[in-house]
Nanobody
Framework: QVQLVESGGGLVQAGESLRLSCAAS????????MGWYRQASGKQRELVAT???????DYIDSVKGRFTISGNNARKTVYLQMNSLKPEDTAVYYC?????????????????WGQGTQVTVSS
């Protein structure tokens, strides 16, 4: 199977920056998409940004121009650079990676999630 390990969360003041990292491990055959989601207290999880294997990116409107997603398929790592952070960005951030992994007989799809990392932005 595929495991994801996140790092980089923390407590910052409004206007400051953070960089989240997520590394995938396991018998990964290919990666289709990598993304970051977040879930604020009392709210549903929402998609923040995604990047495909060919480098196409997409962002939720509220982070456009402030956040940048990047990925390295060879290193099986995805990053989220967050600039000009606002208190409303406070949430637990989860990485998500989808692709296929190798089994002894074939390839199978996977859809894996990280454990989540807390980002808190004070005003």
């Amino acid at each position: 199977q595929v495991q994801l390990v996140e790092s980089g969360g923390g407590l910052v003041q409004a206007g400051e920056s953070l960089r989240l990292s997520c590394a995938a491990s396991g018998s990964i055959s290919s990666i289709n998409t990598m993304g970051w989601y977040r879930q604020a207290s009392g709210k549903q999880r929402e998609l923040v940004a995604t990047i495909t294997s060919i480098g196409s990116t997409d962002y939720i409107d509220s982070v456009k121009g402030r956040f940048t997603i990047s990925g390295n398929n060879a290193r099986k790592t995805v990053y989220l650079q967050m600039n000009s952070l606002k208190p409303e960005d406070t949430a637990v951030y989860y990485c998500n990676v989808r692709g296929s992994y190798n089994t002894p007989w074939t390839r199978a799809p996977f859809d894996s999630w990280g454990q989540g990392t807390q980002v808190t932005v004070s005003s």
